[in-house]
């Protein structure tokens, strides 16, 4: 954890699954400069230890996942665990049909090919939460309009 | 007490949309259907409130479907929302996971896997109704 938090305030924290150093600690720097707290899973099974601890309002993770294990189905896993948070997957090669179409299917909000730059990705996904959180506000609202 | 769920079938093929009826009405489902994607529209606009949509992409003109599901989208409250077809592209695909599409399904649909899709989408839609 790396991020420094205002006092009293719950971080706003993300959990990054990937097993390359430099991807992580790039995804790291940019996380940490927009106010998050990241933890780091190597493999599936620190992963599945993370999301019995934290609540993630991020989650990306490696499609190929260090010492086995498929980070499509892990994803998938997180996107139920955590609903609103936003899920996505860091591929190797440019994401195909077959990519795109797994991340429907998994809940997965995004596809990133693993050399866009951390920044870029990391604005992506902070636009992808911002415009879930409006819309869950907005979907609050209109509810208690009806209900009264 | 849950209700019967709801579904709309959006197809221009008859014998899918008679065979995809057969399945869900067998399934328990209350089943509405649409060949175009100005029936769906018409049908998701109006007084239809659906559990879930499943459309077809390309109808009466390509891509079409991802009109069928953008108007699903907006309705309130949302359904689960299918896309099935048999012509996936980079666009169509791309369109699908930017719009926040639930499933997106290869033909032939392997019935089994819409099936128990379907009904976990429509209970997670249907929790997180609840909860607001």
Request: net charge neutral.
């Amino acid at each position: 954890m790396n991020a420094k938090t205002a006092a009293g305030k719950r971080p706003r924290m993300a959990l990054l699954v990937h097993g390359n150093e430099a991807v992580v600690s790039s995804l790291q720097d940019a996380l940490s400069e927009r106010g998050f707290v990241t933890v780091v899973a190597q493999d599936l099974a620190s992963a599945l230890s993370a999301i019995t601890t934290h609540y993630f309002e991020v989650a990306i993770v490696s499609s190929q996942l260090a010492g086995g294990g498929d980070g499509w189905h892990l994803a998938g896993v997180l996107h139920l665990v955590f609903p609103k948070a936003v899920v996505c997957v860091i591929s190797l090669t440019e994401p195909d049909v077959l990519a795109l179409q797994a991340a429907i299917n998994y809940g997965v909000r995004e596809v990133y090919q693993q050399s866009r730059p951390a920044p870029e990705m990391i604005s992506s996904i902070l636009r992808q939460l911002e415009h879930s959180s409006r819309s869950s506000t907005a979907r609050i609202a209109a509810r208690r309009m009806r209900f009264g | 007490m849950l209700t019967k769920r709801s579904i709309l079938l959006v197809d221009d093929e008859n014998s899918i949309l008679e065979t995809l009826r057969l399945v869900f009405e067998r399934e328990g489902y209350e089943v509405a259907t649409a060949k175009n994607s100005t029936e769906a529209v018409g049908l998701i606009s109006g007084n239809g409130r659906f559990d879930a949509v499943i459309t077809d992409l390309n109808m009466e003109e390509e891509d079409i479907g991802l009109e069928v599901a953008r108007a699903a989208m907006k309705s309130k409250p949302r359904p689960a929302v299918v896309i099935c077809t048999g012509f996936a592209s980079m666009a169509n695909s791309r369109a699908a996971l930017e719009m926040g599409v639930d499933y997106m399904a290869h033909k032939p649909v392997e019935l089994n896997d819409l099936i128990s899709a379907l009904n976990r989408l429509i209970s997670r839609h249907r929790e997180w109704g609840e909860r607001g």
